[in-house]
């Protein structure tokens, strides 16, 4: 199959030739001819599956033939759970819409200066891509109307509600019209994403794209017990220093601590940068250029920041501070294992974070191997409860491979073990979550 078959406008056609890509991906087989027929859509499908042209191309063959009528408002909505993924989507349709010369899009997110988004916004604005608390912030302040919203798109679905926008989505879609075309991009239809599917969406098509084993790397899960912070930092900088490393993405619990990380890494040699909410928005764009030129070696990232950053040269993710939601756990070792690239995932787990490891291993299936460095092992520790079976050391990935060793250094046993450590790990109190999630990244 070709894109000329999906029946889209020649001028899209182009600037999709003009991008390189000739076969399109599964999702967009599926969903282009669907949206282009007027559908709702509620859609699977996992990141790098092509799920951006797959929502944004259909949606400006729905506008391409007819110019907006003066004063009216934005005719596409994308609603998209971070920044970064913002940004990407208003790219896109800059690049499939470059032959309309007429089209205008405005790009509504925090982090920037709302002075030049209202600026923005008293042109006309065809297409808007917005996170929702930002966007809503513009539609209580009567910067921006959404009655002439003919398709609305939310993408990472699952992700916006649990960043909690539920509410902000909710007044979002109020104010767009009735009949309008929903097209929803979610990793998982069920839950309270089905339940919210239900209420946007009018005879929805349910298109589920299974990811490709080929398309997915090998991911070692690996997992470190740490007696202190101060024993933390010595398995980081051990970690960063092995010769297998290429490029880090460690992620900590709250903005505070991915800046003081990052300075420390910094003091010590290391090309580390931190990226997080409170950053300007130039700031984080600067920061991911030089992540993808590899002038950064560590980037060091709050959950909710590193969300859709996709770099084929990240070969580990060190999750300094264990994720308060499993689910997170995934979204974060995703970092790496890359475009068929195998990468390594680990885990360090102090003494009151136990309770999130048997968490991510419930949530997953996996128990996970238990790693040490030589002359820096934990010290003993009471044991506690057994852990939950698993497939211990399974690879996250498209294969299995049992983990078990000493992590990468000349001369290293492999010993199984975590030092003094268990197998069952310690007594702990499982951490509650901190506040809004949405405050977080």
């Not at 509620?42 to 004063?71: C, E, M, Q, W, Y």
Request: glycine residues 12%.
């Amino acid at each position: 199959m070709t894109f000329q078959s999906l029946g889209l406008a020649a001028e899209l056609l182009k600037a999709v030739e003009q991008t390189g890509y000739t076969t399109p991906t599964p999702v967009q087989m599926q969903a282009i001819p669907a949206a282009i027929a007027g559908q709702d859509l509620l859609v699977s499908s996992h990141t790098g599956s092509g799920k951006t042209a797959a929502f944004t191309l259909p949606a400006l063959h729905k506008i391409i033939d007819r110019r907006p009528a003066p004063g009216s408002g934005p005719r596409v909505l994308v609603l998209t759970p971070t920044r970064e993924l913002a940004q990407q989507v208003e790219k896109a349709v800059q690049t499939y819409g470059k032959a309309l010369r007429w089209l205008n899009t405005a790009c509504l997110v925090g982090g920037a200066p709302m002075f030049a988004q209202i600026k923005q916004l008293q042109r006309q604005c065809d297409v808007v891509v917005a996170t929702p608390g930002r966007l809503l912030d513009h539609l209580n302040r009567r910067k921006i109307r959404l009655s002439d919203v003919e398709v609305l798109i939310l993408d990472e679905a699952d992700r916006m509600l649990d960043m909690g926008f539920a509410e902000d989505i909710d007044a979002i879609v109020a104010a767009t019209p009735g009949k309008r075309q929903t097209l929803l991009f979610s990793a998982t239809l069920d839950g309270v994403v089905g339940n919210m599917a239900t209420r946007m969406t009018r005879d929805a098509e349910r298109i589920e794209i299974e990811v490709a084993q080929e398309d997915r790397g090998q991911i070692e899960q690996r997992l470190m017990f740490a007696d202190d912070l101060g024993h933390k930092n010595r398995l980081l900088h051990a970690l960063l220093g092995d010769d297998g490393m290429n490029q880090a993405v460690v992620f900590t619990a709250t903005k505070k601590s991915a800046d003081e990380l990052s300075l420390a890494l910094q003091e010590k040699g290391i090309a580390a940068a931190a990226l997080h909410g409170d950053m300007h928005q130039t700031q984080r764009n600067r920061t991911l250029d030089r992540l993808r030129q590899g002038r950064i070696g560590v980037l060091v990232a709050t959950d909710v920041a590193a969300r859709g950053i996709d770099v084929a040269g990240i070969s580990h993710v060190i999750n300094f501070d264990p994720p308060r939601q499993a689910e997170d756990y995934v979204h974060r070792i995703g970092r790496t294992g890359r475009a068929g690239r195998d990468g390594i995932a680990i885990t360090l787990s102090g003494p009151r974070e136990t309770g999130l490891i048997r968490a991510i291993e419930r949530f997953t299936g996996d128990r996970l191997a238990v790693h040490t460095i030589p002359g820096m092992e934990p010290s003993p520790r009471k044991p506690a409860g057994p852990r939950p079976g698993g497939n211990g050391g399974r690879r996250f990935g498209s294969g299995a491979k049992p983990g078990g060793g000493s992590y990468g250094r000349p001369g290293g046993d492999a010993r199984r073990s975590g030092g003094g450590f268990s197998r069952d790990g310690h007594p702990s109190r499982s951490e509650r979550s901190h506040g809004d999630r949405r405050s977080r990244g």
